[in-house]
């Protein structure tokens, strides 16, 4: 199991926001390496049955393209998500193998790292939060960053209740 360097190659602004993000995306995929179709959809945590491995990068697929999509290039939110069930993203994935999970999000970080390569990070993003504001891009690679490493460290969990794997 191996991961991408998370040490940029340059240190401009745009290289150290890029090179954290991708190294986080990566980590999701090592943390998810040799897990069973069976534990990749289980429930460990009994406060929170929406927690599985496969929920957790379904989650980080769909942010990602809420944020670069629907939010900072404007277009029309295509997520699985309704007002009836805001968390359905993570309800379907138990639903799709964890390989095609990982695979669309791979696929789907390439497009995004072409968009952010192409942007500058000051761009602000087309549609404003629920307070108002518009975010730039920088604020939402900033909070890619966090969400993803956050939601890594619930992978940290999970895979440790799964399988004892740890220190990935």
Known sequence: ????EDVPAAWDERTQLTTFLDYARDTVRVKCEGVSPEH???????????????????HLRWVEYHWFQVVFLGEDDKGPWTDEDPDREMRIAVDFPLGQLLAEYAEQSDRYRELVARTPLDTKAVRARRDGRRVD?????????EETARHNGHLDILRELLDGTTGM
């Not at 891009?137 to 960053?145: D, F, N, Y």
Request: aromatic share 4%; net charge positive; hydrophobic share 55%.
């Open 1 to 4: 199991m191996t991961r991408t």
């Open 40 to 58: 990749a959809g289980a429930a460990l945590l009994p406060g929170s049955p929406l927690m599985t491995v496969s929920g957790l990068v379904n």
């Open 137 to 145: 891009l920088r604020w939402i690679l900033l909070h890619l960053v």
